[in-house]
């Protein structure tokens, strides 16, 4: 059964950064896509940053210039670099991946705060 653990949430001031990785563990077939969505409080969830195979990158305009989403094929691992935060970033951001048969994966949340 795959597994996907995120990490690096947290409370960050505006302007500041934060990091978040997603890990995937079990039996994973050759990954396809990875990325991040995001959830506020009484809004639809949104997706933020997307990684394909080959290292082709999507980004919301909101994020783009903001945001960074690299992978570690080796580590099954997704990143997200998120700088330059504002009071808006702040929501549940949620790992995707996307094997190759199609099959999404979530991982559980982790909140990012934006705060002075």
């Known amino acids: 059964q795959v597994r996907l653990v995120e990490s690096g949430g947290g409370l960050a001031q505006p302007g500041g950064s934060l990091r978040l990785s997603c890990a995937a563990s079990?039996?994973?077939?050759?990954?396809?896509?990875m990325g991040w969505y995001r959830q506020s409080p009484g809004k639809q969830r949104e997706l933020v940053a997307h990684i394909y195979s080959g290292n082709n990158t999507y980004y919301d305009e909101s994020v783009k210039g903001r945001f960074s989403v690299t992978r570690d094929n080796a580590k099954n691992t997704v990143y997200l670099q998120m700088n330059n935060l504002e009071s808006e970033d702040t929501a549940v951001y949620y790992c995707?991946?996307?094997?190759?048969?199609?099959?999404?994966?979530w991982g559980q949340g982790t909140q990012v705060t934006v705060s002075s």
């Open positions: 995707i991946m996307t094997d190759i048969l199609s099959k999404d994966y």
């Open positions: 079990g039996i994973v077939y050759s990954i396809y896509a």
